[in-house]
């Protein structure tokens, strides 16, 4: 190089160094770095860390030879304004040959020649080269550590964070929770091993967050057992008064199902009746239990009992009116008959068949197995359907 490509090579090469001190403390500067030299570390984390250190004080060392070797040519250079060819030949021997000797750069035994050197001599260029692949696998398992170790302790605290309230719940109430207390424990053991080797806790190269995905797993039905407890202390007043209305509705749907069975034993022949439910006394054996449950404090036992028997109350009311329903269907239909024969005596009074032999004698077999107790409804049905056949037959009185 002349004098001029000299001093150009000078002021890019002072540039570059510039560039390559700033990203050596970005490195140094960087959170990831940071928090892995400031932990305790174990494991695969701290075999990771050992080879990062291995790497940047290797990043270091060739900065230094670099520094050194670019120094001298800027010494060289200031000394001799106007170098002569000798001083030239050293100037593109320091900028351009290999000038640069790294500390600790001794050529192994097996990979020496006989004759050749033992240290290992670089040119500049070859040193940015070698930093450069070095700082970027260096920045690569930093970042890559910082991200796995970011992504464990965000899922961490958010799951630490529904345990501190679960356990706050469990103080409100007054009471120790063994599952509290066995899932804070293993929290903290999950928590150390985030901090001191979270590269253990990885699956292809990611974040593996299994293990606090199960914690939190098993913790989320537990606050919810106890926010429910909460709400029982608070509110148990209103809610037990609500299963209390509820377990009246249901005697008193079992007490009309009951009468309504007494009823079609009577007034209907043979009938096929479903049991009448008697749930009432076993709800308000229930209810008592709860009562003992409130006043002696147990108050996630009774969120459970009266979850449980507030469904209890509300299934014993749905088969209490259904079976009632059943039951008084049988006298719904006796009567539905009856507004159907009625109803069909009144079309043969328009039609001018009343007292046509025929259908008076139909009408009257029907009148009489509707009005007799009990009520045969087999019979009933047919017996109307034929006079109801008989009024509109174009032969006025066909029977079926």
């Known amino acids: 190089m002349s004098r001029e490509g000299i ?22 500067t960087h959170q990831g770095y ?17 080879e990062i250190q291995t790497s940047v004080a290797s990043l270091w060392r060739l900065f230094d030879a670099y520094q050194r070797a670019l120094g001298l040519a800027e010494e060289l250079r200031a000394r001799h304004p106007r170098p002569n060819q000798d001083q030239l030949s050293e100037l593109n021997r320091l900028l351009t040959g290999a000038s640069v000797e790294p500390a600790g750069a001794e050529i192994p035994l097996e990979k020496r020649t006989l004759l050749g050197p033992t240290s290992e001599r670089l040119t500049l260029n070859d040193v940015v080269a070698r930093m450069t692949a070095l700082y970027e696998e260096t920045t690569d398992a ?28 469990a103080l409100s109430l007054e009471m120790s929770d063994p599952d509290v207390e ?26 593996d967050t299994r293990r606090i995905d199960e914690v939190r797993a098993t913790l989320e039905p537990l606050r919810s057992r106890l926010e429910e407890a909460a709400a029982i202390r608070d509110e148990h007043g209103e809610r037990i008064h609500r299963v209390e ?53 147990r108050w996630p036992e009774l969120a459970r009992a009266l979850t449980e028997l ?11 009116r259904t079976v009632h329903g059943i039951i008084a269907g049988l006298l719904d239909r006796r009567n539905e008959l009856r507004g159907r024969l009625e109803a069909y005596r009144a079309k043969a009074g328009r039609l001018g068949l009343v007292e046509e032999p025929e259908p008076a004698r139909l009408y009257g077999h029907a ?24 009024i509109v037959s174009p032969t006025k009185g066909a029977t079926p």
């Open 7 to 28: 001093d150009h090579a000078l002021r890019r090469l002072r540039e570059e160094k510039d560039r390559i001190a700033t990203a050596l403390l970005d490195l140094d």
């Open 34 to 50: 940071q928090l892995l030299k400031g932990a305790k570390l174990t494991g695969a984390t701290v075999r990771r860390w050992i």
């Open 142 to 169: 930093v970042a890559a550590t910082d991200a796995v170790w970011s992504a464990l302790l965000s899922r961490l605290a958010e799951t630490e964070e529904v345990w501190r309230a679960a356990e706050g719940l």
């Open 182 to 207: 066995r899932i804070g424990r293993e929290l903290a053991e999950v928590r150390a091993l985030v901090v001191e080797d979270p590269l253990s806790l990885t699956r292809d190269g990611q974040a």
């Open 245 to 297: 209305m509820f377990a009246g509705l249901v005697r008193a749907a079992e007490a009309e199902a009951r009468q309504a069975r007494d009823l079609v034993l009577v007034k209907i022949a043979s009938p096929v009746l479903p049991d009448v439910p008697e749930l009432a006394p076993v709800l308000a054996d229930r209810l008592a239990a709860l009562g003992r449950l409130r006043d002696q404090g």
């Open 310 to 320: 507030d469904r209890a109350t509300t299934e014993a009311l749905d088969q209490a």
């Open 367 to 390: 009148h009489d197995l509707l009005w007799t107790s009990p009520c045969d409804l087999r019979q009933a049905t047919v017996a109307v359907t034929a006079y109801q056949r008989a």
